[in-house]
């Protein structure tokens, strides 16, 4: 058997969101096919298949494998990659992912966005559903591992689940959480189990990285289009996969956007825009999780604020947990957080950005773990990739990506962060006014304050205790010990 050396090359088209990557690639396509590349194209979304197809030259052939063109896409993608009697294949990169990577040897796999590398799911359980969980699994140090005899149960249980999902007349003990676990425990992913929390709960979380690295290894060529990839969560792994780049033939030209641009950070200088800070209770409230009948949070006082100054009708990104049911319907036009692919709101100059992106305690903890597991730090990617670059799509959805638009572009975003963002990527000129942030009150960000519990554990540094037995005596997750041991000893050295 022949040995193929592994690709750890990916070319990478980086541009502006609008630049025209996916269409630099088109236009190319004709002459790919003429001189017989193979080639499979994945999208994020299901959506993109459409319009994607709706530009491609006449006479052009191509096959689009995904949950609307069959209702078995792994079994019919394998097949196609197989047989290659259709050298351009559009599918999606959850698809791709999921085949066996050496279906791709031969192939030029193109990626159009950065595909997700990392997940970390979490979910509470109640006492009753841990007892589901733990007749297959049992609990270890923290972490939750497959009983001895019984990864053939966990499959029949997971099949039941999917069959039931499907409309089988059939019962199945799992909820959707648990078949999650089920399958993380499966695959090998750690599983971590936290102590109980007040209300008798766990929270069951997992780290799920991704075996994309195993697929651009075996396609003959990898090309990833995208607006940025240096210092997202993509660049952190590929560096862990000794994965390096180089610039594809289908990065296109682009002078810059030509609008002039404000950008009005709605949390004052200093101040990062989180749940906890925009969820208090307005005018002097504190924190609530139930606000009374009427009563106002900080986020809504800032979206009154922001509509003061629009014009049109602005887009408006926020999180389900912001509510704004107070909002009369036609005021702004509604749009997903993932905004990749929103192409219908171009006549529009006004973008209003209220979602978060810092990591969630469970999140924290994750992040913690890898950076045990590789010897490097992730916060700064996953705020780049759940925060900072969806900011950046979400902005450019506006009149700013027409290179016609004379019309003033404004843009209400969380924070300082964001407003760096998008002028250190693509909007060099635009100006950051921060008089919105001065009449907007926010409260102190819970997430952000100093824990409590870190004196006594430094105290127990100095008097040399393990981390497992300063896990146990103040509660402190043992994964989150190591680097506060790193903070202390850097310390002490000072």
Known sequence: MTSIAPNKVINTAVSAPGAGKTQAFITQIPSLLSARHSIVLALPTLDLSDSFVRRLPAGVPYRVINSTTCDHVGTELMAALKKKESHLIITTHQSIFAVRPNLLRSW??????????????????????????????????????????CAGAIETSLATFKAVSAGAERTSMLSKEGARIYECLKDGHPVFIDSEIPNGNRYVRAVVESSCWDTFAAAEEVHVLAASVIGSQFDDFAQVHGVTYARSDFTPAFEGYTSAVTIYPVMPKGRNYSKSAVTMIAHGGGATDQPKQGELLVIDDILKAALQRTTGTPLLFSNNWAGLRWLPRGTVHRCSIDSRGLNEYQGETDAILLFGGNPSPSDQLALEFLATKYGREFRQGFIVTRFLEPSLQAATRTAVRDRRNTKPIQLFVQDGRVADYLIATYMPHAVIDWSLSEICPVGEDRRTTVDVRRVQVCELFAQGKKNAEIARLTGVHRNTLPSWREDWRAGQAA
């Open 108 to 149: 030029t796999l193109v990626v159009d966005e950065l595909p997700p590398v990392v997940d970390f799911p979490a979910f509470p359980f109640e006492p009753s559903e841990l007892a589901q969980l733990f007749v297959n699994a049992m609990e270890h140090d923290g972490r939750l591992y497959i009983r001895e005899g």
